[in-house]
Structure formats: C-alpha cells, structure tokens
C-alpha cells in the first residue's frame, strides 16, 4: 500500500512519524508529487511532515 502526497509549496523534504513522534522514513523530494510506500508500516496512525523552503506542513493519515 502507499500514500500520494501532491502539495503547492516547493517540497525538498518528507518524513513519516508515528504518534510518539519518532521518524519512521525520510524521503527527499525533487517535484512536487510523490508515493510513498507505507506496506511496511504497522496498523495505526501516522503524521506526515513536508518541509519547503518557506513551509512546514502537517497532516495525518490512519493505516488500516
């Protein structure tokens, strides 16, 4: 399974974190889409971090 992640602001950085906050996976980002594979990922809910140059953004997803 996998997660599509398209965003308006330039993105150079994304990172996966559990609900602790601990960082799971980090992925460098050249455009502005991207998969990320998350089978190897537990049931449960997840933070996504992407970083740009003038932005950090936050959002949730629950793997079933």
Not at 30 to 43: E, F, H
């Amino acid at each position: 399974s996998s997660i599509n992640i398209e965003c308006n602001i330039a993105m150079e950085n994304i990172e996966i974190l559990n609900i602790s906050g601990y960082r799971i996976q980090q992925l460098s980002v050249t455009n502005g889409k991207i998969n990320v594979n998350i089978s190897t990922l537990s049931k449960g809910t997840y933070f996504v971090k992407v970083s740009g140059k003038e932005k950090v953004i936050f959002d949730r997803f629950i793997k079933l």
